[in-house]
């Protein structure tokens, strides 16, 4: 997997949102899970399945982070240019679909947005693994595109952020199972199991009780930490 910081990337996205080009898609039929739930807790994505469980409303993000920064933030990403494509990823279990950010010279981007502070050690720059996951699902569902972007905003500085992320044929095809398999826990008849999430996720989940409460879970994501640490 190959990872590379753009700053210049980041300032043209904060200076000329309303130049980028968004392509049109038709919907193939309704989805039957969200690419972003399959990067995350498949026990409360499949909970909220269930006959009788009350949906919750998903944050806006971005549209809090507006709040948050203010009005210079509306310039860097306008509302109507955020959030207004829809990709789908055909999986055994069904349609997997997810709204596409933005494009940048025509491949898909992911905006993030986090309180915690960047961290570096020398050259290595961490990111969450559920956000190199869903840009690999979007890839997957634009075409299996190899490369694509990540845009983080650091709010409690700020500090806005763009780095380049690609990935090979076997990383995708591999990613590609990966995802066929935790769609089929999360449509499946039973809750996927107390090793399908993040050992740091009961201390934040939505869901009450949480059902993964008391138990451990998986550290690392499917692209392990060492692949996206500081490669230039």
């Known amino acids: ?3 590379s910081e753009h700053p210049e990337v980041a300032r043209e996205v904060m200076a000329a949102a309303e130049r980028r080009d968004r392509a049109g898609y038709v919907s193939k039929g309704n989805a039957v899970v969200q ?3 399959l990067t995350l807790c498949l026990n409360a994505a499949w909970l909220r399945r269930q006959a009788g469980h009350k949906a919750r409303a998903e944050p806006d993000t971005l549209g809090q982070t507006r709040i948050n920064l203010g009005v210079a933030f509306d310039r860097w990403l306008p509302a109507a240019e955020v959030g207004q494509e829809r990709l789908e990823l055909l999986l055994p279990a069904g349609i997997a679909s997810g709204r596409l950010d933005l494009r940048i010279e025509g491949d898909p981007a992911e905006v993030k947005t986090t309180w915690a502070y960047p961290e570096k050690k020398g050259e290595e720059v961490e990111l969450k693994p559920q956000y190199v996951e869903q840009l690999a699902g979007y890839l997957l569902a634009d075409g299996w595109k190899k490369q694509g972007w990540l845009l983080i905003l650091h709010a409690a500085r700020p500090v806005f952020r763009a780095f380049r992320v690609g990935f ?3 990383e995708l095809a591999a990613f590609y199972e990966e995802l066929a398999r935790r ?3 999360v449509t499946g008849p039973t809750m996927p199991g107390m090793a399908e999430h993040y050992d740091w996720e009961p201390r934040y989940c ?14 690392f994501g499917f692209f392990s930490g060492e692949q996206f640490h500081g490669l230039h």
């Open 35 to 37: 690419i972003k739930e």
């Open 183 to 185: 769609a089929d826990l």
């Open 1 to 3: 997997m190959l990872f």
């Open 168 to 170: 090979g044929d076997n």
């Open 206 to 219: 939505s869901e009450t009780p949480c059902p993964c409460s008391g138990t451990g879970g998986k550290q």
